[in-house]
């Protein structure tokens, strides 16, 4: 079981910057790749970014390549979301999830927060 907290959502302007933070608990230890989901209203979860637990891949979305950069805290058992020079696009509620394999789809993932709301206002 791992649990998954996400915090530091907010309203930002465009242009502007927020820093997501979630924090694992449960059986975190080696093994489990942690990936940024967003929904914005009306439209599917869509993948953003991924990170293995030990490992130093990255991975992301082409939407927001170049602008979010995801790195992790293994002290901290956090996994961060950086995201610079956000968009009115980027509106969405953002979900932390993990899960042993790496996928670019929701359904590849068991282990979900509870998401974090970021609204980019033009």
């Known amino acids: 079981q791992v649990q998954l907290v996400e915090s530091g959502g907010g309203l930002v302007q465009a242009g502007g910057t927020l820093r997501l933070s979630c924090v694992a608990s449960g059986r975190t230890a080696g093994t489990y790749f942690v990936a940024w989901f967003r929904q914005a209203p009306g439209k599917e979860r869509e993948f953003v970014a991924a990170?293995?637990?030990?490992?130093?891949?990255?991975y992301y979305a082409g939407s927001v390549k170049g602008r979010f950069a995801i790195s992790r805290d293994n002290a901290k058992n956090t996994v961060y979301l950086q995201m610079n020079s956000l968009k009115p696009e980027d509106t969405a509620v953002y979900y932390c999830?993990?899960?042993?394999?790496?996928?670019?789809?929701?359904?590849?993932?068991?282990?979900w927060g509870q998401g974090t709301q970021v609204t980019v206002s033009s």
């Open positions: 999830a993990a899960d042993l394999t790496l996928g670019w789809s929701h359904s590849d993932y068991h282990y």
């Open positions: 990170i293995h637990w030990i490992r130093s891949n990255t």
